[in-house]
């Protein structure tokens, strides 16, 4: 095994075992045990999430000094602002929000999002802010698995909740193959420049805050709405 | 006068008063009176500022929380870089350089550029930075000014320094047009946003605080860079 090769696998391996489809909250939603009101808090409260996202990677962009670099890194931003009014992975966020129910001024607001997810999304703002180039980048290595989450949960929504209209889940059938460039993207730059063991620690822990990041929202999210105990798919 | 036309009218005021068209070196510049090295000395150094202004675009995107302000203001980036390699005004600015004469991997490099020039260019990112993005979009208000500097530089360079490769003038034709609708939108935000007293005089001071950075800059090349008593127009 080479020394990228291991690298790789380790990366993959402290990512994969803390990722938060192992929370029991994403565990419940997947398996189609979550109610309408959680399924709501959830999509409500990740927006936030989703609106950060534009902002860290602006924030890359300007810690970058390479116009190549920042070339590429741009269309993540224009994936999710989109190249106009109404396009965009936020605006198909904002569909999701309708599809589930809520009101979408509302959760564009973000009036209702509860202080552990800002705090937890801000944390993200701030390792891509306060960390130097190549950390912030491992930080986006959570992609490495977004796809395979994303494609299980189109078929757990449309298999246990059919009262989201199919059409809203389109933010996820994109991300399948978006995170997948965006990972490849972000794996090669991480590997050519993570160049010593101790870099490639850093990356690693960049990597694994990450991941208590995304754990964080959920564990926010489930105190705030542990659902009712006869609750679940029948609902 | 309302008070946006007299915000407007003094925005312009103080700018146009401090505006680096003013600097004896760039006074001298427009008379034909820098000699070749005084000109490559400004072009080696100017393109640090160059450098620096996709990364202070990208920071100032990173502080808006709104998709349409991004989108629009993510143009500037994208004049800048180009959409692709070889394409964008940095690319334009290094034909410049090879232009007046300089090596154009010498220049990229930026191993020549004036402590004085990086401190003045650097002070430009950190108040993008650490002020709030209104702030930070006043700053650009130079821009106002930058159109008509830019035709007038074309017909002066041509003028005056025939050993410059005409073709290689495209940044500054370019400017011209995009300063404008820049300016405009800008100024556009700025009067949205600047709704009091006293974040109207935030604005103007940032304008000025731009105004002494482009200053600066000229006050280091012209320092390290006097030229000689008989050189000029003759050179």
Not at 15 to 34: C, I, N, Q, S, W
Request: one cysteine or more; aromatic letters at 8%.
């Amino acid at each position: 095994m080479t020394i990228e090769d291991d690298f790789v696998a380790r990366l993959r391996a402290e990512g994969e075992k803390r990722y938060h489809d192992r929370h029991p909250f994403h565990v419940k939603m997947h398996a189609g045990e979550l109610s309408r009101e959680q399924i709501q808090a959830w999509v409500r409260n990740r927006f936030y999430y989703q609106t950060r996202i534009p902002i860290k990677d602006a924030i890359i962009l300007s810690k970058s000094e390479d116009p190549a670099f920042r070339r590429r890194w741009m269309r993540r931003i224009v994936d999710h602002d989109g190249a106009q009014d109404g396009e965009g992975g936020l605006a198909q966020w904002l569909r999701l929000a309708k599809g589930v129910g809520l009101d979408v001024e509302e959760v564009k607001s973000l009036r209702g999002v509860l202080p552990g997810v800002r705090f937890a999304c801000d944390a993200y703002v701030t390792l891509v802010r306060e960390r130097p180039l190549l950390e912030a980048v491992a930080s986006s290595l959570t992609e490495f698995f977004s796809p395979d989450i994303m494609s299980r949960r189109i078929a757990a929504w449309e298999k246990h909740y059919p009262w989201v209209d199919g059409e809203t889940l389109a933010y996820f059938r994109g991300r399948v193959t978006r995170a997948k460039e965006d990972s490849r993207e972000a794996v090669d730059y991480v590997l050519a420049h993570a160049t010593t063991p101790e870099l490639r620690e850093r990356c690693i822990d960049a990597l694994i805050t990450k991941t208590q990041i995304l754990w964080a929202l959920l564990d926010a999210v489930s105190l705030a709405h542990p659902g009712r105990p006869d609750a679940g798919a029948k609902e």
